[in-house]
T-cell receptor
């Protein structure tokens, strides 16, 4: 199976919270990452979490890491239309998930 | 951080031809990565390009199809050989943040290839 898996689509209303989930198979990475890709642009690092942490909060972003289940999630609070993008989970060996396309409806 | 420039940004190519994509980084880096991003599919690692040695290819990718050059620490090229419509994709160059950092990757804006 794939090293990193994500659901492909998520649609939310403006102001709601968005939760994007990711599972991975290789637990050797020191860090796990979330990247954001806006239309027509390259990927940019959004946030990351050190593998010995369970949670990291950065303004509207909360990253949760469940090492036992090899599950990573990204929560975006008060989602705005500008958050519409593709979000990629990335883990060890430069492996990426397929990306979750987040659509925010006004 | 690193600033990565890719050329061409987009191109339309004929079946059976080859195209070379260039990647220039504004700082010296040990490892450069080439990814393919096909519509609706994973960002897939093609190969890791190390300066002074042959590139390391991922499963499903071979040197004859995707030859890579890495002549110095700031530059790399990826050639897509004998193209077919299935090679239509965005090709992304990426570099790591180096030792001592978080290991994040910096990406170029990609080269969008359409093969007719």
């Amino acid at each position: 199976g794939e090293d990193v898996e994500q659901s492909l689509f998520l649609s939310v209303r403006e102001g709601d919270s968005s939760v994007i989930n990711c599972t991975y198979t290789d637990s050797s990475s020191t860090y796990l990452y979330w990247y954001k890709q806006e239309p027509g642009a390259g990927l940019q690092l959004l946030t990351y979490i050190f593998s010995n942490m369970d949670m990291k909060q950065d303004q509207r972003l909360t990253v949760l890491l469940n090492k036992k289940d090899k599950h990573l999630s990204l929560r975006i609070a008060d989602t705005q239309t500008g958050d519409s993008a593709i979000y990629f989970c990335a883990g060890p060996k430069s492996r990426f998930g397929a990306g979750t396309r987040l659509t925010v409806k006004p | 951080s690193a600033v990565i420039s890719q050329k061409p940004s987009r191109d339309i190519c004929q079946r059976g031809t080859s195209l070379t994509i260039q990647c220039q980084v504004d700082s010296q880096v040990t490892m450069m990565f080439w990814y393919r991003q096909q519509p609706g599919q994973s960002l897939t690692l093609i190969a890791t390009a190390n300066q002074g040695s042959e590139a390391t290819y991922e499963s499903g990718f071979v040197i004859d199809k995707f030859p890579i050059s890495r002549p110095n620490l700031t530059f790399s090229t990826l050639t897509v050989s004998n193209m077919s419509p299935e090679d239509s994709s965005i090709y992304l160059c990426s570099v790591g943040s180096g030792t001592g950092g978080t290991g994040e990757l910096f990406f170029g804006e990609g080269s969008r290839l359409t093969v007719l």
